[in-house]
Nanobody, 121 residues
Framework: QVQLVESGGGLVQPGGSLRLSCSAS????????MGWYRQAPGKQRELVAT????????NFADSVKGRFAISRDSAMNMLYLEMNSLKPEDTAVYYC??????????????WGQGTQVTVSS
């Protein structure tokens, strides 16, 4: 019902910057929360940042506070993650995530396919 496609990943040197994008399509009008997660090799997927579709309230992992910024467009069809002062430990596959209100109650969760971010000299 909702399709998420990430882009913008790649290889960057420590201290550099990248901007990740997530394009949402399908039945997106019931979305109430979107975010970015990441998963490094051998580690569990972890929360990076979230943003509410109403009010734009944000939440960040302590490890990225002050370095990353999450934003969305007014139509709620694009999600962005601005990454600055990148560190080698930021290397991971980054996933776009969304939560939507279900017609049958509760929430439905969707994931993108992921985009690789590698921070290395």
């Amino acid at each position: 019902q909702v399709q998420l496609v990430e882009s913008g990943g790649g290889l960057v040197q420590p201290g550099g910057s990248l901007r990740l994008s997530c394009s949402a399509s399908g039945n997106i009008f019931s979305t109430y929360l979107m975010g970015w997660y990441r998963q490094a090799p051998g580690k569990q997927r972890e929360l990076v940042a979230t943003i509410t579709t109403s009010g734009g309230r944000t939440n960040f992992a302590d490890s990225v506070k002050g370095r990353f910024a999450i934003s969305r467009d007014s139509a709620m069809n694009m999600l962005y993650l601005e990454m600055n002062s990148l560190k080698p430990e930021d290397t991971a596959v980054y996933y776009c995530n969304s939560h939507s209100v279900s017609t049958f109650g509760g929430s439905r969760e969707y994931w993108g396919q992921g985009t690789q971010v590698t921070v290395s000299s």
